[in-house]
């Protein structure tokens, strides 16, 4: 079945068939395209860390629409990390999806972290993460910003 550019108030597809004469154009929207890879980029020395972390950045700051800076799925190698920085007029949750690390928190206490977990910095704190490990930390980042504070 052929699909064009419009979807439904749902999003799903609607099929080319359905379109001429059939129905009415305003229940439909036009998207542009709804399954895309992600933006890969590879960052050496991260905040001062060591190696290069992989950065698969799901959205665009486009698509969060002021609301966030980043939604990615960050995979930092073996023995990499990202340095001890601080989070401006922004927060950033991570949530561990494979491999282990250690997360150092804004008062320099370490802590490992596993598949599951949920690291959360709040405005105004600092962190690092690191991977002293020998396979991949892989977890997901969203750096929200702060109410009113679009960066």
């Known amino acids: 079945m052929?699909?064009?550019?419009?979807?439904?108030?749902?999003?799903r597809p609607i099929p080319q068939r359905w379109l001429p004469g059939r129905f009415s154009l305003k229940y439909f929207r036009e998207v542009s395209t709804m399954v895309r890879k992600t933006e890969v980029a590879f960052v050496p020395n991260l905040r001062g860390g060591e190696g290069t972390v992989e950065i698969r950045h799901l959205l665009s700051k486009d698509e969060l629409m002021g609301h966030a800076s980043m939604y990615a799925h960050v995979i930092i190698p073996p023995h990499g990390s990202i340095g001890f920085h601080q989070h401006v007029e922004n927060t950033e949750p991570y949530y561990v999806i494979k491999g282990k690390g250690i997360f150092e928190d804004n008062d320099?206490?370490?802590t490992e972290i596993h598949p599951g977990d949920v690291c959360v910095i709040e405005v105004g704190q600092s962190h690092a993460i690191k991977n002293p490990f020998d396979e991949p930390?892989?977890?997901?980042?969203?750096?929200?910003?702060?109410?009113g504070k679009e960066i």
């Open 2 to 11: 052929q699909y064009n550019k419009f979807v439904n108030i749902l999003g």
């Open 108 to 110: 320099h206490t370490e």
């Open 137 to 147: 930390l892989e977890f997901m980042a969203l750096v929200i910003n702060e109410r």
